[in-house]
């Protein structure tokens, strides 16, 4: 069986992948609904959006989230 190993890890604002991050959710929009670009450069900045990243450093998918009351919504 082939293994292929994926980093999770939190942006920031300043993180090289935040682009594609927003990149990613332009290609599910529809579904996903309207997120401005400023509410995710807040959310990064917060560190509130986790990151999936290949063995080759690829961004492959992302959540991002928001805590409220002790709950958590993604």
Do not use: N, W
């Not at 293994?3 to 939190?10: A, D, F, S, V, W």
């Not at 604002?13 to 991050?21: E, G, I, K, Q, W």
């Amino acid at each position: 069986m082939d293994h292929k190993m994926i980093r999770i890890e939190l942006i920031t604002v300043d993180s090289p992948h935040l682009a594609t991050v927003m990149a990613l959710h332009r290609t599910d929009g529809k579904s996903l609904g309207m997120f401005p670009k400023g509410a995710f450069q807040e959310h990064a900045a917060k560190r509130l959006i986790l990151l999936a990243i290949s063995e080759g450093e690829e961004c492959v998918g992302y959540l991002l989230y928001r805590t409220a009351r002790e709950r958590a919504a993604i």
